[in-house]
């Protein structure tokens, strides 16, 4: 399989190498800023699991104590820690979020995984629809930018309503036997 998403898949395991090869000669702290093959891991995957949780609980309160503009980055994270769990129960590390779209991708082009298409989209950057942003670039905005207030009510909503039902759905797959 080549797609793009699975070509992305190979530079980011190709990328983690390198600079674990690099900090090992240098003799430094082992690090990388991509993906790497990892004993699969149901423990950690429950753990990513608990953390999205949290972070959706974050999103609420934050939503209800008038902080909204944070709550989006809540719910960016209540998602990506999915991802995550999803990561490390197929054996991957990952210390990228392009890296780790790429990867869901890829699971999900092999039949290794089933996820709402929609989830993986709206993790992205949106480059050919500009009418809906995507949730990263909701975050970074509300994240880099000056806006208190979301003016979009129903966005919220949305979010909200993703993070409940991935997390449910995500649930399965770090329970389930592959």
């Known amino acids: 399989m080549n797609s793009q998403a699975s070509k992305h898949l190979d530079w980011c395991l190709n990328k983690a190498k390198r600079e674990i ?8 702290k082992i690090r990388h800023r991509g ?23 974050v999103f ?6 008038r902080f909204p503009d944070w709550s989006i980055t809540a719910g960016f994270y209540a998602l990506y820690h999915c991802f995550l769990a999803i990561a490390v129960k197929q054996g991957y590390e990952s210390k990228n979020q392009t890296c780790t779209i790429a990867l869901m991708e890829t699971l999900q082009e092999q039949g290794k995984i089933s996820i709402n298409q929609y ?13 809906e942003k995507s949730i990263i670039e909701l975050r970074e905005d509300y994240t880099y930018g000056v806006n208190l207030e979301v003016k979009d009510k129903e966005q919220l909503d949305k979010i909200e309503r993703l993070c409940v039902e991935f997390i449910d759905s995500v649930k399965n797959i770090v329970y389930g036997e592959n």
């Open 21 to 28: 090869e690099e900090c090992k000669k240098q003799k430094k």
């Open 35 to 57: 993906l790497f093959k990892i004993k699969p891991d149901k423990k950690l995957a429950f753990e990513h699991l608990q953390k999205a949780r949290h972070n959706l609980e």
């Open 60 to 65: 609420r309160l934050l939503r209800e104590n």
């Open 119 to 131: 989830i993986i989209d709206f993790m992205k950057y949106n480059e050919e629809d500009y009418s």
